[in-house]
């Protein structure tokens, strides 16, 4: 079986390539086929060298190349590409042996006009040639790791992960699971490839799960655009402040790689907010400058427009008021794009020129019970013909995305199904199988095959994830100081590696103030130092060179784009019967697929006893998805009306509410003081009377 992967501009290339893999597949012969890559830049001639054809297979390797000028010497052509790759290639060891290529690169040089042939330089002159000569060369029987470290030589993949260095490794601990993990050569899967490779003119999209590798592929798509394009204008933007580090860190890593040791040009490949301001650039702000328009800030936006969608109203007005449509870049790329409505994307529309080349990565599922975009014909107002979904998953373990689409889902619960994506087949497009497919009213068991989600980590599936409950939130700071402690001491993990998410979206920033006490009072701040996502600027989160090391203290919405090995989410009760509970199993879905490794679920209260019994069921089923009747369409419009969360007026009033009565309860000093606001909220005049109506209402539910 062959992939075919790219396209060229000529187009008798592509016709050369398309009836290339024709023949190959039905051969013996396994592999992939690149077409118009690589694409080296010479900065001696300030120009491209780029190979027209790449056929990378089991069995051998050969690059074609394509003439169509007699007067070319083709010898030289061939001589020039094999040293551009031979040398590209002698900078990955795990390629080399006794100082070369432990494999041949073979030449074939196409023409359609009569070349004089010259010994030991391969040419073919017609498809038939072609075929012969290639079959010729096919005399290598790679083995998996071979085959598979070639492609990502070629891919330039080495590096897609993050190589950390871990001072103490011990044999058998999560660190040294992980430093194997991390030895692993990368390779992109043929989705990827073909997500970076696309033709950029037009509407592409980007779609996958998370942890599928959008960013990182959006980061590697530019720099290939820059490397081939230096004079263009190219934009990559994004919602979360803290990912700008990341995708800069990124596309200097690939970038470095490409072309041999470089920087990037950041005057003509800009990274930048969506929002920005004078002090931090963004997309929306740089228009504004460009136009001569009224620029809004955040605070004045929102005391204009409200608090609701404020950007997309921001958008709308500077698309009302500016002269436009101007051009200001040859290309948007566009992360967290399931952040942003149609208004933002008109700008961006409008700020390119007519080959409107815009591509846009999103979670495919971000929110279980809707897909995260609507189509690009409601977008747009058209149809799009580059779009490519990356069903692999290689960030979560198998056992961790199961985990966070059950509980997102509510799929065990004791109170029935709460969500479910609105088509059955969003399964299939992130990456579940099922035996006999799904049918709606019929029994459905959904799981992940090895080849959406790979294990690399090679850890004990049955320890990936746990579900604690806690008699109290101090016995929760106990258990997870301990962790952590283990976690450093014993398992060798550095701060890095870990991340707290407090699930309370109001109370984080007094949460972590109480966690630092507890540390205070137990001796403990000298061992274990936490710091509070985004205190320092929009774009603090991880602190890699902190000195003492820090491990990160985050709400929900601030953990969003990052990832940890070891992911701590702590107040879990806050997601469990909830008036939002549609809104609060997704939040937890996102927490849990932040991880990369290990997940551990704390949480207090009564809610806690249903989750603990939900994850039961989860192991009984053996970490798959089992539907007794998987819901109709009908059904699933049912479960959205019984399940619908608090109007937001509502949840407005009840935020409020809590606000008061934690600014009451800091007022005074008696340990009764939240008991009797309780009972003056509900209208009784003791506790006993309080707890006959709490259980009451218990029975009731």
């Known amino acids: 079986m062959f992939n075919l992967i790219g396209k060229h501009t000529n187009d008798r290339i592509n016709e050369i390539a398309n009836s290339l893999i024709n023949f190959l597949q039905k051969t013996a012969l396994n592999g992939e086929i690149y077409v118009g890559y690589p694409i ?25 190349n394509y003439i169509d000028d007699v007067t070319l010497d083709y010898t030289e052509l061939q001589d020039r590409l094999y040293n551009k790759v031979d040398s590209k290639l002698r900078n990955y060891d795990f390629l080399v042996k006794k100082r ?38 096919m005399t ?29 490794v ?20 043929r989705n990827q490839m073909a997500a970076i490779l696309s033709d950029p003119i037009g509407i592409q999209r980007i779609r996958g799960m998370a942890g599928s590798g959008k960013t990182v592929i959006l980061a590697r798509k530019a720099v290939e655009l820059h490397t081939k394009h230096p004079e263009w204008d190219i934009i990559v933007t994004f919602n979360t402040w803290a990912l700008k580090k990341q995708i800069i860190a990124l596309i200097d890593k690939f970038y470095s790689i490409k072309n041999n040791g470089q920087k990037p040009n950041y005057k003509k490949l800009r990274v930048m907010n969506s929002w920005g301001s004078s002090r931090n650039p963004g997309v929306y702000y740089d228009i504004c400058v460009n136009t001569e328009s009224e620029y809004y800030t955040f605070s004045r936006a929102r005391s ?60 495919e599922l971000q929110n279980i019970n809707e897909q995260t975009m609507k189509s690009p014909e409601e977008i747009f107002g058209f149809s799009i013909q580059n779009d490519t979904p990356l069903v692999t998953t290689y960030r979560n373990q198998s056992n961790v995305i199961v985990a966070a689409h059950a509980i997102g889902m ?16 969003v399964w299939a497009s992130i990456g579940y199988e099922s035996e006999n497919g799904i049918v709606p009213g019929k029994e459905v068991t959904l799981y992940r095959p090895k080849e959406t989600s790979p294990d690399f980590l090679k850890a004990d599936a049955s320890a990936l994830v746990s579900v604690k409950k806690c008699e109290s939130f101090e016995e929760q700071l106990s258990i997870l100081t301990e962790s952590i402690l283990s976690d450093i001491e014993k398992e060798h993990l550095i701060n890095t590696d870990i991340m707290i998410i407090d699930m309370d979206s109001i109370g984080h920033e007094g949460n972590k103030n109480k966690l630092r006490n507890y540390l205070l ?79 551990t679920i704390l949480g207090y209260g009564f809610g806690m006893n249903e989750l603990v019994q939900e994850f039961e069921k989860i192991k009984e089923n053996e970490f798959k998805l089992y539907f007794p009747k998987y819901p109709t369409d009908d059904e699933i419009k049912d479960l959205v009306r019984n399940n619908q ?47 006959e109506m709490l259980k009451r209402d218990d029975n009731n539910d």
């Open 40 to 64: 080296f830049y010479d900065p001696i001639s300030c120009s491209e060298v780029r190979i027209d054809i790449l056929v990378v297979s089991y069995s051998g390797v050969v690059i074609i």
């Open 100 to 137: 070369k290529l432990f494999f041949d690169i073979s030449q074939i040089t196409y023409s359609e006009k009569k070349v004089q042939p010259i010994d030991e330089y391969y040419i073919a002159f017609s498809d038939e040639e072609l075929y012969a000569k290639i079959i010729e060369l």
């Open 140 to 168: 290598f029987d790679f083995n998996e790791e071979q085959y598979s470290n070639i492609l990502s030589g070629f891919q330039e993949a080495y590096g897609i992960s993050k190589r950390t260095y871990r001072p103490i």
């Open 170 to 189: 011990v044999p058998g601990t999560k660190s040294a699971l992980v430093n194997n993990m991390e030895k692993i050569i990368e390779r992109y899967d």
């Open 304 to 363: 204009a427009f409200g608090k609701k969608n404020v950007f997309e109203k921001v958008c709308a007005e500077l698309l009302k008021a500016s002269e436009l449509p101007i051009k200001l870049y040859d290309c948007i790329l566009i992360d967290e794009a399931q952040d942003f409505g149609p208004n933002f994307y008109k700008l961006c529309l409008n700020v390119l020129d007519h080959n409107r080349r815009l591509v846009y990565a999103y979670d």
């Open 410 to 425: 509510g799929l065990y619960s004791e109170g029935g199904l709460i969500q479910i994506p609105s088509a059955p087949d």
């Open 521 to 599: 009072e137990n001796d403990l701040l000298e061992r274990l130092h936490i710091h509070l996502a985004g205190a320092a600027s929009p774009e603090d989160f991880f602190r890699s060179e902190s000195d003492p090391p820090s491990i990160v203290y985050s709400s929900i919405n601030r953990a969003k784009g990052n990832e940890a090995y070891q992911v701590y989410i702590i107040n879990v009760q806050k997601c469990v019967n909830t008036l939002s509970a549609m809104r609060d199993r997704n939040a937890l879905f996102t927490a849990i697929t932040r991880s990369k490794g290990w997940v």
């Open 645 to 691: 969360d608090i109007a937001q007026q509502d949840q407005t009033i009840l935020t409020k509410a809590r606000k008061v009565i934690e600014d009451i309860s800091k007022t005074k000093v008696e340990s009764s003081t939240k008991l009797k606001i309780a009972m003056e909220l509900f209208g009784v005049s003791s506790q006993e009377e309080l707890m």
